[in-house]
């Protein structure tokens, strides 16, 4: 394989569909959305991309099934309130390399184009390197008139602390050229777990401006579990720093495996 290829599986004809990109990122927050949307509501592969961009390795699945790294292409058609059809877009990875990224990112937007997509959604983590108690949602978009549609959705505009670094952000920059319009969801979340507390909060915030039903039960149940594992993970740093003050020759053989 020498260029990102899309195979496509089926044909399929969409209205203006509105882009969900949530490939892998942190937390893998955008990933766990997008993967909870295309079971819930049904959603149909119908396209795949390879790359030689992406690392050079495959993913074991469950039983120790190999699957090789690409990015999978859904969609919907007539989803929710206002019937709109959609394309989400999910995957393993992302591109190996800055110049990886570009090609992908741009093979992407080809893509979508030319079903006629105008509005982009993406959808990620932001870091925080500590437990969060409280997830905010935060924004950022290409035109001052989908901010202040954030804003109105109760999403906080993330202003002057960074960049979005990956597909996330690189295909909205992309897609401005082209005059597609976009917007990146990002859930705050410690970034060393998967986090489905993340997930929900920026489900939540996703269904009630595109005017989706979408049942977070499954993704609640997944919360509670990441609660579980926050708080393992606390008791086994507590338990490291109290033995750090244990002088020496009095260590507990128990921890000893």
Do not use: W
């Not at 390197?129 to 008139?145: M, N």
């Not at 549609?149 to 960049?163: F, Q």
């Not at 917007?183 to 777990?193: D, I, K, N, S």
């Not at 609640?220 to 086994?236: D, F, L, Y």
């Amino acid at each position: 394989m020498k260029e990102t290829v899309i195979n496509l599986l089926n044909e399929v004809e969409l209205t203006e569909p509105i882009f969900i990109e949530a490939l892998p990122g942190i937390g893998h927050v955008g990933k766990l959305v997008a993967e909870h949307i295309i079971h819930e509501l049904e959603a149909t592969k119908f396209a795949e991309l390879y790359s030689p961009s992406f690392p050079p390795q495959v993913f074991v699945g469950e039983k120790g099934i190999i699957e090789p790294m690409k990015n999978e292409f859904y969609y919907l058609k007539s989803a929710g309130e206002d019937k709109k059809d959609y394309i989400i877009l999910i995957g393993n990875t992302q591109g190996l390399s800055a110049e990886g990224q570009y090609n992908i990112c741009g093979a992407i937007l080809d893509f979508v184009e030319k079903y006629g997509v105008k509005n982009i959604y993406t959808l990620g983590g932001l870091g925080t390197g500590q437990q969060v108690d409280k997830v905010q949602v935060l924004g950022a978009a290409t035109s001052e008139e989908l901010a202040d549609m954030l804003e109105e959705n109760n999403v906080k505009m993330r202003s002057a602390d960074g960049g979005i670094i990956g597909a996330s952000g690189l295909i909205l920059g992309l897609a401005i050229s082209r005059g597609i319009d976009g917007v990146c969801l990002m859930g705050e979340t410690p970034g060393y777990f998967i986090d489905a507390d993340a997930s929900k909060a920026v489900l939540i915030a996703l269904t009630k401006i595109l005017n989706l039903e979408v049942d977070v039960a499954k993704l609640e149940e997944r919360a509670e579990e990441t609660r579980k594992m926050i708080s393992k993970a606390q008791q086994m740093e507590q338990d490291m720093v109290d033995r750090s003050h244990i002088a020496p020759g009095e260590e507990d053989l128990r921890y000893i495996g």
